[in-house]
């Protein structure tokens, strides 16, 4: 079975701190994609983010990191300097590379930025 | 502008109606998918299509009735609706071939109310 889970529900914070979104999965496939996704409140899933799980390389993309630990079968997301747009739900999700074509999500996390 | 459409964006309907939701990628994807997400729950997979064949039906009531006349349109066609029923219905695409290119991409969603 396949599990992804996101312990944080809501998190809040003022605008320029930093702020890190936790996402822990289990999976019995040797080899899977883990994603992230940001949901405004307009309801569109944005793609941002998706890993190989045999590339533990970590991934900055301007704001945004990633911190990929197979050990720990943990995928947790950065963002630095956090701004008022960054303001929506965030979801981890995991898929398995070959066979079922099943995004399994996490509960999401409601990431607000107060100015 | 997205790669993947949905109309319409919004959608009350009566537990007698008949309506449809419709749904169009641009990305030359070959496999369409069905989610839907309720308040307080997980996004759920409803429906998969590759190449027009539904290879995937996650249990869901007959109410719910997809079509996909070809790998651009997805249709999910709905009647007899319970307001239960009320949620979030996204569209997504992915193309599927290998291990490469897995990564989904959402449309905006349709918000479906039933009263």
């Known amino acids: 079975a396949q599990k992804v889970t996101q312990a944080q529900t809501e998190i809040s914070v003022v605008e320029k701190e930093d702020v890190t979104l936790d996402c822990v999965y289990e999976?019995?496939?040797?080899?899977?994609?883990l994603f992230w996704y940001k949901q405004p409140p307009s309801g569109e899933l944005v793609f941002l983010i998706r890993r190989n799980s045999f590339d533990e390389q970590n991934e900055i993309s301007g704001r945004y990191s990633w911190n990929f630990q197979k050990s720990t079968s943990s995928f947790n997301f950065t963002i630095t300097a956090s701004q008022v747009v960054d303001s929506a739900v965030y979801f981890c999700a995991l898929r398995p590379i070959q066979g079922a074509q099943k995004l399994v999500f996490g509960q999401g996390t409601r990431l607000t930025i107060n100015p | 502008e997205t790669g993947v459409t949905q109309t319409p964006r919004h959608l009350v309907m009566g537990m007698t109606n008949k309506k449809s939701l419709k749904c169009e990628q641009h990305l030359g994807h070959n496999a369409m998918y069905w989610y839907k997400q309720s308040a307080k729950k997980p996004l759920e997979l409803m429906f998969v299509?590759?190449?027009?064949?539904?290879?995937e039906n996650n249990s869901v009531p007959s109410r719910f009735s997809p079509e996909c006349p070809n790998s651009s349109h997805l249709f999910l066609h709905l009647h007899t609706l319970q307001p239960e029923d009320s949620a979030l219905y996204l569209c997504?695409?992915?193309?599927?071939?290998?291990?490469?290119?897995?990564?989904?991409?959402f449309g905006e969603g349709s918000w479906l109310t039933v009263v």
């Open positions: 997504a695409s992915s193309q599927d071939r290998g291990i490469s290119g897995n990564t989904i991409y």
């Open positions: 999976t019995r496939d040797t080899t899977y994609y």
């Open positions: 299509y590759n190449f027009k064949e539904q290879t």
